[in-house]
T-cell receptor, first 112, second 113 residues
Framework: DVKVTQSSRYLVKRTGEKVFLECVQD?????MFWYRQDPGLGLRLIYF???????EKGDIPEGYSVSREKKERFSLILESASTNQTSMYLC???????????FGPGTRLTVT | GENVEQHPSTLSVQEGDSAVIKCTYS??????FPWYKQELGKRPQLIID?????GEKKDQRIAVTLNKTAKHFSLHITETQPEDSAVYFC????????????FGTGTQLKVEL
């Protein structure tokens, strides 16, 4: 059974802070993704990675960066958090593309 | 890049009725079309998917149809039950765009008793 976990369910940060969101999957999946989910906008892809140390920009990468040093772990970094980055952040992984993506439980980030 | 439009944004049906959600996509090269269901407070989960070499796929009460010429695909749920109440997302994947998924904006389905 695939398990994708995220470091926090809820997070409150102040404007300008550096924020780390971590995602871990236990199924040896090559592909990992970071999305943000906002009401009425669906799921929008921020960054994705096909392999360790590889990263690709998604549709809304501005203000974010990522790190993938190990196959099972994919981190999303907000270098200087802003209020418009208040959102639900979802991580996902898949064994191949295009193929089923397994999502984590999400992190609700509030930036004040 | 790919653009996926989804309609309606909300849908209310009586228990036992059918529900249909429609999506259109812009890139004719897209070849994989999954549907995800997200219950309140839960993570999205795949419920059915279809690839471009197939016109229709069924799984019990759920079916998906694909019309490549018109560039649209639909989710059909028959004999709806209260546990079908959720947000449903369609998506499309394009080989020339890293095979990433582009999602629609979601449909809130409410099944009323």
């Amino acid at each position: 059974d695939v398990k994708v976990t995220q470091s926090s369910r809820y997070l409150v940060k102040r404007t300008g802070e550096k924020v780390f969101l971590e995602c871990v999957q236990d199924m040896d999946h090559e592909n990992m993704f970071w999305y943000r989910q906002d009401p009425g906008l669906g799921l929008r892809l921020i960054y994705f990675s096909y392999d360790v140390k590889m990263k690709e920009k998604g549709d809304i990468p501005e203000g974010y960066s990522v790190s993938r040093e190990k196959k099972e772990r994919f981190s999303l970094i907000l270098e200087s958090a802003s209020t418009n980055q208040t959102s639900m952040y979802l991580c996902a992984s898949s064994k191949a593309v295009p193929y089923e993506q397994y999502f984590g439980p999400g992190t609700r980030l509030t930036v004040t | 890049g790919e653009n996926v439009e989804q309609h309606p944004s909300t849908l209310s049906v009586q228990e036992g009725d059918s529900a249909v959600i429609k999506c259109t996509y812009s890139d004719s090269a897209s070849n994989y079309f999954p549907w995800y269901k997200q219950e309140l407070g839960k993570r999205p989960q795949l419920i059915i998917d279809i690839r471009s070499n197939v016109g229709e796929k069924k799984d019990q009460r759920i079916a998906v149809t694909l019309n490549k010429t018109a560039k649209h695909f639909s989710l059909h749920i028959t004999e709806t039950q209260p546990e079908d109440s959720a947000v449903y997302f369609c998506a499309a994947s394009t080989p020339g765009d890293g095979n990433k998924l582009t999602f629609g904006t979601g449909t809130q389905l409410k099944v009323e008793l």
